[in-house]
């Protein structure tokens, strides 16, 4: 690794925390690829490691925004998230037995899943005022399971799959969708990267250099996010062009 892979990280960390502030989910996609390919981390599993922690922290800073906004709806995004643990934890264990290349091309794939799913318009249509009940709670879990064995195969936020699943299971508006998926990424990236860490896999020194840039990139992309208001559909299409434009270079290598 050179020696200019913490600032490498750091400015990776930067370009996703803007992204992330923009776009929201699937923002976080590109810290894997990045470690791997312009810091120069050679270990795949060390890459998905350390990206899922940084992700974990970074949506924890998130939360702990929208919370002070109030919301996140606790007792729906509770549910989806315990349930998608075991799914973290799973797809983090099963992840560690692949080898990293193979790892590195089903990741590309999914990518590719993110970006397309990036390109689906949502409806902002939905009930602010939603509480969970029993029959959302068998909606709830198995969205969640899913999604969080996502999160911790790949070691990604998984928030592409998360609010889509939270407003197809309650009904709950994109905005409290949103706020209410970081409880789900804050706990599927913890425990994705405490399964990487207990096993030596996670390089410490580039985490804080991602966290370190994931804050500069959080508070520059406020004002970019404004400024692209009125032009948030087209940057998203062409950052999900972005995003499978480096998928399909990862497969062809």
Known sequence: MIAAAPLLAALGGLLIGLLLTIFGGGGSVLATPWLIYVVGVANTHIAIGTSAAAVAVNAAIGLAAQARAGTVKWPCASVFAVAGLAGALGGAHVAKLIDGSTLLHWFALAMIAIAVS????????????VHLTPPMVWKLAPVGLVAGLAAGFFGIGGGFLIAPGLMASTGMTLANASASSLVSVTLFGAATSASYASTGQIDWGLFLALIVGGGA?????????????????LARGGFALLVIAVAIYILSI
């Open 118 to 129: 990036m390109l689906i318009p949502r409806k902002k249509e939905g009930d602010p005022a």
């Open 217 to 233: 990139g959080a508070a520059l992309g406020l004002p970019v996010s404004r400024w692209l208001a009125t032009r948030v559909k």
